[in-house]
């Protein structure tokens, strides 16, 4: 294995099959990844592969993938369209995301027929926030409220607002900086719920986005969790964020740093 993981409030390494005997009892699994990175992705593979070798089969929600592309993704899956066809119709897409890098993931979840979900909403829509605020039009498209998109915690506010201080935009504002984080955790949080809700689940969902929004538990997994105890819902969940070995973090940041 090219990479490790640490168990991050005893900040000691953590066995790989002890960890998955940890995550197969749970609801939710957040990888928090950085896009793209080849260690990262091995562990996804390892993490799906190694579930379906204890009898689990887990669902897959990924980021890469708006909701607009579900049915893309099931005609892949399901071998409706050939690769080529797939990876063309795919690059059309404003999302912006090297498919080849994530395709071995996609055959193991095509292979053991696992659902996968796209989880986001079109990044058009996300940049659109940032520089002119929230559209009603754009709400109504993807069933969005904007009092849920800006009901977020003061601490996810203050974190989002950091980064726009490091990287301030002359044409975005911090206010419209921080929606468009919003929209985009609000709308994978709703995709998220949706299937909870919604689908005979007694597997788990491995949630795989870019660290930013599960930091902390901030962002995806509190909003997860706000949308399902309305509805009289509780789950477990477990953050596996990634970082570099010679970053410095806070503890709370997950539950498990996978370290590459």
Known sequence: MNYRILDAKRNKRVDFNVLLETLKKKDIIYVGEFHQIPEVISFQMDLVSGLVRKGIHPAIGLEIFNVLQQKLLDYYISRVIPFELFISLYDMSPEGFDLNHYINLIEIAAKKRLKVIALTIPKNIAAGVARYGLDREALKTFHLKSREIKNCSKEYKKAIGSIY???????????????????????????????????????????????????????IPERVKQKLSIKGKLISDILIATAYDDEHLK??????????
């Open 251 to 260: 503890k709370e940041i997950a539950d498990y740093i996978l370290l590459i």
């Open 165 to 219: 201080k490091k990287h301030p935009h002359e044409e975005i504002t911090e206010k419209n900086f921080v929606l468009a984080q919003s929209i985009k955790d609000e709308m994978m949080a709703e995709t998220i719920a949706y299937y909870l809700t919604t689908e005979p689940v007694g597997t788990p969902l491995i949630v795989i986005v870019g660290r930013g929004h599960i930091e902390y538990g901030f962002g």
